[in-house]
Structure formats: structure tokens, C-alpha cells
């Protein structure tokens, strides 16, 4: 997490991105502690009374790929994505900071279109009435948290994008 002195002096764009990144991040996180008590009590309730949680493996399907989603802006923002520097060990910090933000640039672009298309696969899940086959949840509300999460994703790319070509402090 970041300093709170640390965030007082980013601009106003900068204190929002870091702010709803930390806030997407701890509610990905919150999911997954769900999706694991929720597994020990399916776990217990199978084993002690032959009585798990009915949809269990729907549930962790569904929080899994929205806490995954809602990791990603997080990630970016903190400079955690995989990085294969062995042909960059050697350039100037200002040559690796543009190429950092070319790659940023690019990865937004990629997270624009993929906020695009979701949401389209999720609308088409409204239209159909899609719903899983144990619990009968319509599958359209899973897009919501996902969208958000990418939408937001593609903010951070362009933001880290900006300032990794200015050299200054993400």
C-alpha cells in the first residue's frame, strides 16, 4: 500500500488511479477469503453430514475470475507484471522508461479492446438468459465486477504509460 504522504503529493488523476486500484485489489481479496471459507465449509459439510455447499465449484469459478480481474490494475500500477529484461540490462534508464511505456501503451491498448469485447459477452449473457446449472445464477452478473476491474486496467496502462515516458514517480 502507499504511504499516505506519498499520495498527497500525486496529482489529482494519480490519487484516484492508486486509490481504486488498492480498492479493486482489497476487494479481490475479500472475494477469495470468501471463496475459501466457503470451500472449508463445503469441505466439513461433506465430510461430517454428507452435506456440501450445493454450486460450490460455480461459485469458485465465477470469484475466482473476478478476483483475478481485480488483481490486474493493482499489478500494473506496481510495476508486478513479468518483465524480461535481458536485452535491456544494459540501456540507460531512460531508454528501459520509454520502452516500459511503449509497453504500457500497448497493454492499454489490449485492455481497451478487451473491456470492449467483455462487455459485449456479458451483455450477450444478459440477452440469452444464461445461467449456471446448479444454482441457476444468471451468468451476466460475474461481467459486471470484471468490466469495472478491466475498464479500470485500461486507466492505469495509459496512466503508467505517461508517466513512465516522463520519467517520473508512478
Known amino acids: 500500500m502507499t504511504k499516505q504522504s506519498d499520495n498527497k503529493s500525486r496529482p489529482l488523476l494519480g490519487r484516484a488511479v492508486h486509490t481504486l486500484s488498492n480498492l479493486f485489489a482489497s ?10 471459507l466457503m470451500t472449508v465449509a463445503s469441505i466439513v459439510g461433506r465430510f461430517l453430514f454428507s ?15 473476478i478476483a483475478v480481474f481485480a488483481f490486474l490494475p493493482y499489478c500494473q500500477l506496481h510495476s508486478g507484471n513479468v518483465v524480461v529484461d535481458f536485452f535491456t540490462l544494459r540501456a540507460n534508464a531512460s531508454t528501459r522508461n ?12 489490449i485492455a ?3 473491456t470492449w469485447r467483455v462487455t459485449l459477452g ?3 449473457m444478459y440477452q440469452y438468459g444464461e445461467q449456471t446449472m446448479i444454482l441457476g445464477l444468471p451468468r451476466w452478473w460475474g461481467f459486471i465486477p470484471i468490466v469495472a476491474s478491466l475498464a479500470l486496467l485500461t486507466l492505469v496502462c495509459f496512466y503508467t504509460c505517461g508517466r513512465q515516458w516522463s520519467n517520473k514517480k508512478l
Open 27 to 36: 476487494g479481490g481479496g475479500l472475494v477469495l477469503l470468501g471463496l475459501a
Open 51 to 65: 452435506l456440501p455447499v450445493p454450486g460450490d465449484f460455480e461459485l469458485v469459478e465465477i470469484g475466482c475470475s
Open 98 to 109: 520509454r520502452m516500459d511505456s511503449f509497453c504500457s501503451l500497448i497493454y492499454g491498448l
Open 112 to 114: 481497451a479492446l478487451l
Open 122 to 124: 456479458g451483455y450477450d
